[in-house]
């Protein structure tokens, strides 16, 4: 007898888990239903012949379809054990280590997420967590401001958080690592592939020194909708997101695009105006859609963390304690 979908989904882990195998990334009709029903009741109405909430039969029908395209449900069991074998961890939305700050994208929100590395760095303060990107074929001159930036950001403590790719990405990854500092890699197929392969050594140093992570399940190869897709990700998962360098259709600014969505902080290193490879980002500063990035300083000013923040943030606190204090006092003498 054939297995079906649902039968795999013992609970909101592991259907969330088959959720992310068997459908598309980024897809708010999924989305939508499973912060309405939940990832259980959701495969078991995939399952199914009858009504889907909120879509009409004709919307249900394709719905359905979609997610039966991919495998057979016995085969994804095989899959399934195999992961579980490898060690592959996975993380659902409000288990210890997820990110918190990815459940702003609401029905864009990853089913689940798979790592390998040091999965606390995604429960660090949002403001502990940097997204640098830009160019693939990046210059001499994005080089060193992405080298920079990265160095000075992992050693005052921050996290980097970049896509793995070639260019501004891997000298980001790199630097941190070269600090000693941990960076986290957002990658577009599944955590078990070195994609570019050439980054095969980084990829490894970065899980031993922080944290790879994918929406998509182990063995998937990277598509170009998939780097779209991921970018949703690394703006979301940082305070601020820092364009390095970008040309005109550099899908780094996307990610900057997604950041400003979510309502946080852009920043844009300037280049020159005869450089192609900084069109896009001095375009985003001529528009006023980033600030002007020069230094780490002027990052960790964008984060809203720098010392005169802490200092403010320490006051009100000390102000809401004393007037909880207060006001136990004056509850308890009212008794």
Do not use: C
Not at 189 to 194: F, L, S, T
Not at 202 to 209: H, N
Not at 217 to 232: C, E, K, N, Y
Request: proline residues 3%; charged residues 20%; neutral net charge.
């Amino acid at each position: 007898m054939m297995t079906s979908l649902s039968s795999l989904a013992h609970d909101e882990r592991s259907a969330r888990t088959v959720l992310s195998i068997v459908a598309a990334p980024n897809d708010q009709t999924t989305g939508g239903l499973l912060g309405r029903v939940g990832a259980v009741e959701l495969l078991r109405l995939a399952d199914a012949d009858g009504t889907v909430p909120g879509l009409d039969q004709i919307a249900a029908a394709v719905w359905r379809e979609r997610l039966h395209a991919v495998s057979s449900a016995d085969t994804l069991a095989t899959q399934m054990a195999a992961f579980e074998r490898q060690g592959l961890r996975v993380l659902i939305p409000g288990e210890k280590d997820w990110p918190v700050a990815l459940n702003d994208l609401g029905a864009r929100t990853p089913y689940a997420l798979w790592t390998r590395g040091e999965t606390a760095l995604l429960a660090k303060p949002l403001a502990d967590r940097i997204t640098l990107t830009g160019a693939r074929a990046s210059t001499a001159y994005g080089d060193h401001m992405a080298i920079e930036l990265a160095s000075d950001l992992a050693l005052s403590g921050r996290v980097v958080v970049a896509g793995g790719a070639y260019g501004i990405e891997a000298v980001a990854h790199q630097s941190a690592l070269a600090t000693g500092g941990r960076t986290i890699a957002v990658l577009a197929g599944g955590v078990d592939r070195a994609y570019p392969a050439g980054h095969a050594d980084l990829f490894a140093r970065i899980e031993q020194q922080g944290l790879l992570v994918s929406e998509v399940a182990p063995g998937v190869a990277p598509t170009r909708q998939r780097f779209l897709d991921r970018g949703r990700i690394m703006a979301a998962l940082s305070s601020t997101t820092v364009i390095v360098e970008a040309g005109a259709r550099s899908g780094s600014l996307r990610v900057a695009d997604e950041a400003a969505e979510l309502g946080r902080s852009v920043g844009a290193v300037p280049g020159p105006v005869t450089s192609a490879a900084s069109y896009g980002s001095n375009t985003l500063l001529q528009d006023g859609r980033a600030r002007l990035v020069a230094s780490s300083g002027d990052v960790i000013r964008l984060t809203g963390s720098d010392k005169n923040n802490h200092r403010q943030v320490e006051l009100t606190q000390a102000v809401q304690t004393e007037t909880v204090r207060t006001g136990q006092t004056i509850n308890s003498r009212g008794r």
